[in-house]
C-alpha cells in the first residue's frame, strides 16, 4: 500500500466548513454526499417525490421502470431514514400504498443539491 503524500496530507488539514461557497472537490469531497439518497433509485424516488404531493407504489415503479421488489427495498431505507413517509389503505380489496416527501427528505434532498453543484462548480473551475 503507497503512503499518503505530504500534499494530500495538506489538503486534508486544509479542509473547510462542508458545503462552503466556491469549494474546492478537495474542500468538498464526494464521501461527504448523503449515501441514502445517492444511490440512483433513491435519488429518483425522493426527486419524483419533491414535485409530486404523493405518488401510488405503482406510479413510482413504472417511473422509475424499477422491479416491485427493489422499488420496495429502497423506499423502506428511505422511510427508516425519515425521509418518506408511506401510508397504505385499501380501495375496495386492492391494497393501496402512497409515498410522500417527509420534510427531513426535503431537507436533504436540497442539501444534496447543494453539495453536488458545488461539486460541479469547483470541477469546472478546476
Not at 440512483?40 to 406510479?59: C, H, Y
Not at 413504472?62 to 408511506?86: F, I, M, P
Amino acid at each position: 500500500m503507497a503512503a499518503k503524500s505530504g500534499a494530500f496530507r495538506g489538503a486534508r488539514e486544509e479542509k473547510t466548513k462542508r458545503g462552503a461557497p466556491g469549494a474546492r472537490p478537495a474542500e468538498m469531497p464526494a464521501a461527504n454526499l448523503d449515501r441514502v439518497i445517492h444511490e440512483r433509485t433513491r435519488l429518483g424516488i425522493v426527486s419524483a417525490l419533491a414535485v409530486n404531493a404523493s405518488l401510488a407504489f405503482s406510479e413510482l415503479r413504472d417511473l422509475l421502470q424499477v422491479t416491485d421488489g427493489n422499488l420496495s427495498v429502497h423506499a423502506r431505507k428511505l422511510e427508516d431514514a425519515g425521509y418518506v413517509g408511506c401510508t397504505k389503505s385499501f380501495a375496495g380489496r386492492v391494497p393501496k400504498t402512497e409515498y410522500r416527501l417527509m420534510p427531513a427528505g426535503r431537507r436533504a434532498l436540497e442539501k444534496y443539491l447543494d453539495h453536488m453543484e458545488a461539486l460541479i462548480r469547483a470541477t469546472r473551475e478546476g
